[in-house]
């Protein structure tokens, strides 16, 4: 046996949230450089993402990369803020959740505080590493109005 035999269901969970936070970051990292090949390595290859923008649904990573270069193509600088940042993880498959606001200064210069959206992560462990299989970006709506509400703040 080895020590790591001896460890509890809970402290492996722990562990993995570290895993799973740094990941995250690794995502912030990446888009505040504006680096599409570093965030093809945080996505599965097979990855949904229910994102903000048609259509209902981005499937494969490349769908998902197009998406953050669009961003980048609007976007002189990019800053990615997280808050309340939580994880239930469970073995292989890990979700959360998170108040995520996209930020910067526009190509033409004008500087935008963005908005705060609503984002839940699916991951899997797949080789030993956490990958995002699934994300879902989402604002409230009105409903009398049919419109999203963009303004709110966490």
């Not at 939580?86 to 959740?97: D, K, N």
């Not at 991951?123 to 409903?143: E, K, M, N, Y």
Request: aromatic share 10%; proline share 3%.
């Amino acid at each position: 046996m080895t020590p790591n035999d001896f460890r509890s269901r809970a402290d492996r969970a722990a562990e993995d949230e570290i895993q799973i936070r740094r990941h995250i970051d690794k995502v912030v990292d990446a888009l505040r450089a504006k680096d599409l090949e570093a965030l093809r390595q945080l996505y599965t290859t097979d990855v949904v993402s229910f994102d903000v923008e048609p259509p209902l649904q981005h499937v494969g990573v490349a769908a998902k990369l197009e998406n953050w270069a669009k961003v980048f193509r609007i976007f002189e600088t990019v800053n990615y803020e997280v808050r309340d940042l939580r994880f239930t993880v469970g073995g292989e498959v890990a979700f959360g959740h998170a108040f995520v606001r996209l930020s910067g200064t526009l190509k033409q210069g004008v500087a935008t505080n963005g908005m705060w959206v609503r984002v839940t992560y699916g991951l899997c462990r797949i080789d030993g590493a956490w990958l995002i299989a699934h994300d879902q970006v989402s604002v409230p709506f009105d409903v009398d109005s049919g419109r999203g509400v963009v303004d709110l703040e966490p």
